[in-house]
């Protein structure tokens, strides 16, 4: 069956209803914000359980449930490995950051640096900030876009328009309040969804094969391997990269991007505040690794049915009008043998002795697609559209399409389009609040009135959506679009960390030498990212550290040539 004729009237009318839903009620419930208070902070009367769905629904955005499951299909549950940092990062932040946020008052988390340090550098940690959130921000956009317009054939232009236009309008309306009390409908739609994906999965496995028997299959394919204590730096996931790097990583991220502290900024009390994050801590784990099973049982679920040899589905016309069909066609011709053999050697669930048997399979099999990827890129490197050859991001998508009955795909395709407004509107929401507060608002020398703040952060977010939607315009798909965000971040966020943890901590450091420290640290992060020489996760403990010991360097050494001097007049 066509993709095209899949997507029926009534799924339409689910995926719309779900959205207009979406937008009306957040421009609705906060059409009355008047004052900076209300506008960005959300009048600071948050429910806790609104916190932890607001700051969940942030982190989890439509990259999330494309790639996650993608990732599993093809590398299994060692991805969660990822979030071990998380629990312990929410428990420091609750302790530490929290309450002197809340102490304080501040809108934003980089007013606080201008007390302990100076304007410079908290105009800096801001602008760091600002860059690689607005890039984040277009590539929530894009990520779903790009799958969705691939898949069902949309256009991709106007595609980055809606998702944008439609976060536009309830955020410029409602602020940080339409954000939180739409991303709890968001929160909902998207654990039902997966629920239901995951039994309709379960569902249409042959009779006799049980979730037991699914893990098993699973397991003699190597998906199953969730814990890796390897300390090979080659290996991004590994139990002390998300425990070390993960916890840098998820500090940085929950305790410095205004994206997230504004989410518990407002909280109606620290404690509100502390119980929401505390929530997201217990919760996310748990969340990430059922959507990777998801995506395991999806791998399951093809071993018993046909799976295409790359699950871009611009890919087969690509290659049927290039000079590699032939070649292509060999590779396919023995995919499809493997897949028939494995069928017969899982009928009846996995006997130990068959276990190696399927394994040399799969490795063959791997050997076929990496093949397939080759010819691909080939094509992509004479043609004047880019093709994607990595299929990571549209497993899930696929199986949706061509395995759900009418009225779920919409229900789906409602859940990957709310995941994508909810992380995008929080994008916007923090991008605007430090562009008005941070830059605008500290260096505009008149006194203005709160109107005037509030008219001028929804310019702010106005712009930084239209921002966003260029940038979305403009990307191009990455070797997975999860990690891709995930980079952006560890580029920057270790840096901004280590600055917050010298105002916290080391009470001797001043501005100059941290702001000094921050640029030299941020120059050596994109050295050491450009020539690859660690993974990613590192680059957000290595900048933490860079930037604290530099700076302590700096001002030591400031302070030694200072009493040297008042010896020498002494």
Same mark, same amino acid.
């Given at each position: 069956m066509e993709i095209e004729s899949k997507l029926h009237v009534i799924d339409w009318i689910v995926l719309s209803i779900t959205l207009i839903f979406i937008v009306v009620y957040g421009t609705y419930v906060t059409r009355k914000n008047s004052s900076v208070t209300d506008y960005i902070k959300g009048g600071n009367d948050t429910k806790w359980w609104t916190i932890g769905l607001s700051v969940m629904a942030t982190q989890a955005s439509a990259i999330t449930f494309l790639s996650t499951p993608g990732q599993a299909f093809h590398s299994g549950m060692g991805f969660v490995q990822f979030y071990f940092g998380l629990p312990i990062a929410m428990i420091i932040i609750c302790v530490v950051f929290i309450p002197i946020y809340h102490k304080l008052k501040v809108y934003t988390a980089y007013e606080f640096l201008e007390g302990r340090f100076d304007l410079k550098t908290r105009s800096l940690a801001a602008i760091l900030f600002l860059i690689q959130r607005g890039l984040a921000a277009g590539i929530t956009i894009f990520a779903p876009a790009i799958i969705l317009s691939a898949v069902l054939d949309w256009d991709l232009l106007?595609?980055?328009?809606?998702?944008?236009?439609?976060?536009?309008i309830y955020t410029v309306s409602g602020g940080t309040k339409a954000v939180n009390v739409t991303q709890k409908q968001q929160m909902i739609i998207i654990f039902l969804g997966m629920l239901?994906?995951? @039994?309709?999965?379960?569902?249409?496995?042959?009779?006799?094969?049980?979730?037991?028997?699914?893990?098993? /299959?699973?397991?003699?394919?190597?998906?199953?391997?969730?814990? *890796?204590?390897?300390?090979?730096?080659?290996?991004? @996931?590994?139990?002390?990269?998300?425990?070390?790097?993960?916890?840098f990583l998820m500090l940085s991220y929950f305790g410095t991007d205004q994206s997230q502290v504004q989410r518990y900024l407002s909280g109606k009390s620290i404690r509100e505040s502390q119980l929401g994050l505390i929530f997201?801590?217990?919760?996310?784990?748990?969340?990430?690794?059922? &959507?990777?099973?998801?995506?395991?049982?999806?791998?399951?679920? @093809?071993?018993?049915?046909?799976?295409?040899?790359?699950?871009?589905?611009?890919?087969?016309? #690509?290659?049927?009008?290039?000079?590699?069909?032939?070649?292509? #066609?060999?590779?396919?011709?023995?995919?499809? *043998?493997?897949?028939?053999?494995?069928?017969i050697l899982l009928s009846d669930g996995v006997q130990r002795s068959e276990k190696e048997v399927i394994k040399s399979l799969n490795e063959r099999d791997l050997e076929i697609k990496a093949s397939a990827?080759?010819?691909? *890129?080939? /094509?992509?490197?004479?043609?004047?559209?880019?093709?994607?050859?990595n299929d990571k991001d549209y497993v899930f998508i696929h199986f949706i399409l061509h395995n759900l009955p009418r009225g779920l795909i919409g229900l789906l395709l409602a859940v990957i389009l709310s995941a994508a407004m909810s992380s995008t509107a929080s994008e916007l929401n923090a991008l605007a609040s430090t562009t008005a507060i941070d830059l605008y608002k500290r260096n505009v020398k008149s006194l203005k009135s709160e109107e005037h703040y509030v008219k001028a952060s929804k310019w702010f977010t106005l712009a930084w959506g239209i921002l966003a939607i260029l940038v979305a315009c403009v990307a191009n798909l990455f070797d997975n679009l999860i990690q891709?965000?995930?980079?952006?971040?560890?580029?920057?966020?270790?840096?901004?960390?280590?600055?917050?943890?010298?105002?916290?901590?080391?009470?001797?450091?001043?501005?100059? #030498?941290?702001?000094?420290?921050?640029?030299?640290?941020?120059?050596?992060?994109? &050295?050491?990212?450009?020539?690859?020489?660690?993974? @990613?996760?590192w680059l957000n403990l290595l900048g933490c550290i860079l930037v604290m010991t530099i700076a302590t360097v700096i001002q030591s050494f400031k302070l030694n040539k200072e009493q040297l001097r008042d010896e020498k007049d002494n």
């Open positions: 106007i595609l980055n328009i809606i998702i944008g236009f439609l976060v536009i239901i994906a995951f @039994y309709m999965i379960m569902s249409q496995l042959p009779a006799d094969i049980t979730f037991k028997k699914a893990i098993d /299959i699973a397991g003699a394919s190597g998906k199953m391997e969730v814990l *890796d204590f390897s300390f090979d730096l080659n290996n991004r @996931y590994t139990v002390w990269t998300g425990f070390i790097g993960g916890t997201n801590g217990l919760l996310k784990v748990p969340m990430q690794f059922f &959507i990777l099973l998801v995506g395991v049982m999806v791998f399951v679920f @093809y071993q018993f049915n046909t799976s295409p040899l790359n699950f871009n589905p611009k890919v087969d016309d #690509a290659v049927a009008n290039s000079k590699y069909a032939a070649e292509y #066609a060999i590779l396919q011709k023995e995919h499809i *043998d493997i897949e028939n053999r494995k069928k990827k080759d010819i691909i *890129d080939k /094509i992509d490197a004479t043609s004047m559209e880019k093709i994607e050859s891709l965000v995930n980079i952006i971040g560890s580029i920057f966020y270790g840096n901004v960390l280590g600055i917050f943890l010298l105002a916290f901590f080391v009470k001797f450091v001043k501005g100059n #030498a941290v702001f000094i420290a921050a640029v030299i640290t941020q120059i050596i992060i994109f &050295i050491v990212f450009y020539m690859d020489w660690l993974p @990613y996760l």
